[in-house]
């Protein structure tokens, strides 16, 4: 993984120093509020519905484990509330982090007057908050599986780098109309859902074998669903860097100011179609000649930046296969005895691990996705999918040190990846994972579902997604009964702003607003393109919203449909595309309660 040069490290540490000024001279009054909040959304403090919320960078998801023993303490000793301080029914509250679909990583309960401390922690393993908020260039995202998938044209991780190191505080697009996203991916399946984002980039080959980006612009969620428009087929990876200065700088200089909610490029592409395209080749066109292509990548500096993502020299001191070791055959594993241990191994193999450029090593995911007992001594406390506890955290950095050269993935999914382990270690890798309570075999099941934390600390949320997510978990326990299901893709959001990805979902779940109460729309259909045929597509809603008591009920009819429709091995989406909507719009609205419904009617 990328190691930070000593200009990097001094970089961020002089952040962490001016944040921490910043702060003091607002605590004593000599900075208004609404001169504060700028700066301290530029380091990724956000003051939520209850208490400050920290978004902690996490460049195309990768951590190692020193990082990720830093980010326990600060779930441990910063985000736990022990004081009145945001309201005595908060005192207990926190103590956790919450991994996002964007690869970073978040806090809820951190005071603000301890939030320089944690820049100074997060700065002493070169972490930081740096544009995870404000109108500018986001976090730059990419494939759990990049340098590693076996699928891979390219490894993405040197172009992710160099977009980073471009972007970061670019003077000319600090203060863009919006903020502004980019995905890259690698590989030929889209698992970076690139075709959703402002920006995505997707390495592709020409006839003549020459590498490039096929550039999609104008992507997104939120209120107005767009997929990104291809501008470019092929771009000489060379010259991506001048070819995103042009798309953004017409952007820039076109793009709504006036309007917060038409404001994405989105509009922009979608308003202007033709005319954005050609406004961006001219300006391509003209940064090649008038700025000499400054930004053009020599092959010089590609090798400088891809050096640092070398293989670890513990991943690849074992190459070649393991003739002995089959991924469906748990019985090549030493000792092992056909026993239900025996079986629940075999399962996680199939669900957990992936396959790996080099034959002897595989990836595999950590699962933080199961249903527990929320209010355990906290009352109305609870966890989204993602979020993660300081114990676990430190479960992973000593399982990571063991098994996978130190380093770990965050995951689209908002689970955890680890990109290097030996095949022959996978047995006793299990068994770790299984005391940590990370090897549950649902990856890509019903239940490994996407959700923001909603309602219950968003304050622009229009409904709560963790106590759907739970009710849903809760349901759906059986491993059995989920593995019979097979791959689902479930996405919550608590409001039309689409966090919880719902509209790229197989089944979305969106919460919306009825006079002050909490209701729910259901879509189906929806990918983010992680598929071989690669199509990114948006749900449809099933009808009128449903009542928090109905959605189980109506996720569970829409199943049940699916098991009643589908040919054998047939998976849910492709029984979707193949029936049709209307079996399972009749089937999710047949779960309505007849007295909501005919209260519904009535109203």
Known sequence: MYQYTDFDKQFVKLRAAQYRDQLERHLAGQLPDDEFRPLRLQNGWYVQRHAPMLRVAVPYGELNSAQIRVLAKIARDFDTVTTDEFGAQFKGRGGYGHFTTRQNIQYNWIPLARSADVMDLLATVNMHGIQTSGNCIRNITS??????????????????????????????????????????????????????????????????????????????????????????????????????????????????????????????????????????????????????????????????????????????????????????????????????????????????????????LRAVTLSFKHFINRNAGITGEGYAPGDVLPAQLDAVADIADKFSSSEVRVTHDQNLMLPWVHAENLYGLWLAAKDAGLARTNIGLLTDMIACPGGDYCALANARSIPIAEGIMERYEDLDELHDIGDIDLHISGCINSCGHHHSGHIGILGVDKDGKEWYQVTLGGSDGSTMSGVSVAGKAVGPSFSAEEVTGVIEAVIENYREQRIPKELFIDTFKRVGMETFKAAANGARHPAKEEAEVTA
């Open 143 to 360: 494939d759990a599986l990049a340098g590693i998938a076996p699928d891979e044209i390219v490894d993405p991780r040197p172009f992710c780098e160099i977009l980073r190191q471009w972007s970061t505080l670019h003077p000319e697009f600090a203060h863009l109309p919006r903020k502004f996203k980019f995905a890259v991916t690698g590989a030929r399946e889209d698992r970076a859902a690139t075709a959703w984002h402002d920006v995505g980039l997707h390495v592709v080959k020409n006839e003549a074998g020459q590498v490039g980006f096929k550039v999609f612009v104008g992507g997104g969620m939120g209120r107005t669903p767009v997929i990104g428009t291809a501008v470019r087929e092929f771009l000489p990876w060379q010259e991506i860097l001048n070819y995103c200065e042009a798309v953004i700088r017409v952007y820039n200089r076109y793009g709504r100011r006036d309007n917060i909610y038409k404001a994405r490029i989105k509009i922009l592409v979608k308003s202007e179609g033709q005319k954005y395209i050609d406004d961006v080749e001219a300006e391509y066109a003209q940064i090649l000649a008038s700025d000499g292509a400054k930004h053009t990548i020599t092959q010089a500096e590609f090798d400088r930046v891809a050096s640092f993502f070398a293989e670890p020299a513990s991943a690849t001191d074992k190459l070649g296969t393991d003739p002995n070791f089959r991924a469906e055959n748990s019985r090549s594993v030493p000792n092992l005895s056909d026993t239900p241990q025996d079986s629940a191994f075999t399962r996680w193999l199939k669900q957990n691990v992936r396959a790996h450029k080099n034959p002897a």
